[in-house]
């Protein structure tokens, strides 16, 4: 044993966390136990690597699913404490699978308590451990309360803010007026789903897989690993991809995301039989500025961080690393001959910004130092730096989200003509009417030149087929010019 290794065994076993007990069962092997989780630090020795550590936590009551689970090389004390205390806050949780409560406000109380009644049946149909309540804009404000979304209709959306105030936990949205005015249950608990499903596994055993449509030379084996920023969570997936086929995958979801948690999958998937020597080529899709396998912008300490060359160090194989949305355009191209010119947009709820990818003639545009699909500057160019507080608003509502989304999607009509336009924005769904709101900037003569729109089902699913394309091309043509 090493001696990071006993100083980190030791540290766990010092820990303090309210209401949990902490026991050494060997040398490799210590509990972690609360009255709502079990928790566990494992430890793994292999010849010639530093020990890999294990923490996992489970609900007491459910052992189908962990709550927290990674794996991480032991070579950096402070790397490892600060995994360890995420491991604390997950455990000092209340209720680990606790009932996801959802509030419904109106002016009154009337029309959203036949909603919750709808969504309730919803829920029980799909065996969803949901709770809905409906009470008056008012009495909500003034009694607050816990919930984990909080749905506003239409005619008291504008007191999104101040409801926003009273229930800071919560995910606080408007219901899309065209849901609510038909009584929509099966579109208003897709909202209330993906507001509160970042632990969803990728992909699902029954899934709907993309497959390429266009001729791409699928002979190579290659790891691909998908990170997405979600509001409250990071969510990364990874699948191994054998001559096109999918012989295995999984996820991981935690409360605050790290490229370094790339590195940390790839370790586990070590431990897990994967043998590194067998694969082609790693492609991995993050957030931020990718400039040649450098994450030149990602916001904190991780600036400038050479994620590409120090997994190719580690692993010996070849490393591509790309940006999301860029990888997602890939995918939407690939999957489908229709389109040569497409764009891709994104954009989650809560965000006032969304970022793009471009392929253009069958060709992903990347521009100087990879920046092209950044949207930030032509937004703040459009928008202005002074009213913020107003875009956050819109940015939880359909039509506010239609009105920050279809000037960016106007101006790549006007620069880049593509022959469709792929929208990845779940607030988003109705294509018809953000054509209609993107035909306010066009006279009736020009819009023959507004693109298809097309909804993207899953933009994970995208995403990593993006990614497996990415790197086929980057194996056999190293060196293209502007070419995905």
């Known amino acids: ?20 007990t902490i026991e050494q069962v060997d040398e490799d092997h210590i509990t972690l136990t609360t009255g709502q989780a079990h928790g566990e630090v494992n430890f793994y020795a292999f010849d010639d690597m530093p020990e890999i550590v294990e923490l996992r936590v489970m609900d007491a009551d459910c052992d189908c699913e962990p709550k927290f ?23 000092q949780q209340q209720d680990l699978y606790e009932t996801t409560r959802v509030l419904l406000c109106c002016t009154a109380g009337l029309t959203t308590t036949m909603f919750a009644n709808r969504l309730a049946e919803a829920a029980k149909t799909l065996s969803l451990d949901y709770a809905f309540e409906a009470i008056p804009l008012e009495q909500a404000k003034a009694q607050g309360g816990d919930y984990d979304v909080v749905l506003l209709a239409p005619q008291v959306a504008y007191q999104l803010k101040a409801v926003s105030q009273a229930f800071p936990e919560a995910a606080v949205v ?3 007026p065209k849901v609510f005015a038909s009584y929509d249950a099966g579109a208003a608990l897709k909202l209330v789903m993906h507001l509160v499903s970042d632990h969803t596994v990728f992909p ?10 266009r001729d791409v030379k699928n002979d190579a084996i290659v790891l691909v690993v998908t990170a997405i920023n979600r509001p409250r969570s990071t969510w ?15 996820s991981i979801t935690k409360p605050r995301g790290d490229l370094r948690d790339v590195e940390d999958l790839i370790d586990t998937l070590r431990i897990n039989d994967l043998c590194v020597e067998d694969l082609d080529a790693i492609g991995i899709a993050v957030p931020g500025i990718v400039n040649r396998g450098t994450i030149a912008f990602a916001g904190g300490d991780l600036t ?8 190719a160090e580690r692993y010996g194989t070849k490393v591509f690393v790309d940006n999301n949305a860029n990888a997602a355009a890939v995918g939407c191209y690939v999957s489908q001959t229709d389109y040569d010119t497409v764009v891709l947009h994104t954009q989650q709820t809560g965000f006032t910004v969304g970022g793009q990818g471009l392929v253009v003639d069958g060709h992903l545009a990347k521009g100087r130092r990879n920046f092209a699909g950044e949207l930030g500057p032509l937004f703040h160019a459009f928008n202005g730096h002074h009213d913020s507080e107003h875009e956050w608003e819109q940015s939880y509502t359909t039509e506010g989200m239609q009105a920050l989304v279809s000037p960016m999607l106007v101006a790549d009509i006007a620069l880049v003509s593509p022959d469709a336009i792929y929208v990845a924005v779940d607030l988003l769904d109705d294509m018809d009417a953000l054509r209609a709101e993107i035909a306010t900037h066009f006279g009736s003569a020009l819009n023959a030149y507004i693109p298809d729109l097309v909804k993207v089902a899953d933009y994970r699913e995208t995403v990593a087929l993006g990614v497996l394309a990415l790197c086929l091309q980057k194996l056999h043509n190293p060196r293209p010019h502007r070419k995905h």
Not at 69 to 91: G, N, T
Not at 204 to 213: I, N, S, V, Y
Not at 240 to 246: F, L, Q, T
Request: proline share 3%; aromatic share 10%; hydrophobic share 40%.
């Open 236 to 250: 990364i997936g990874w699948r191994v991809y054998d001559h096109g086929d999918i012989t295995s995958h999984g």
């Open 174 to 176: 408007q219901i899309p």
């Open 304 to 311: 400038d961080y050479e994620l590409g060359r120090t997994l």
């Open 69 to 91: 689970f990674l794996h991480f090389e032991l070579d950096d004390e402070a790397r490892a404490k600060e995994l360890m205390s995420e491991m604390a806050a997950v455990l």
């Open 204 to 213: 699902a055993e029954d899934g709907t897989r993309l497959t390429f449509m």
């Open 1 to 20: 044993m090493s001696e990071l290794g006993t100083s980190f065994r030791t540290y766990v076993l010092g820990l303090s966390i309210p209401g949990c």
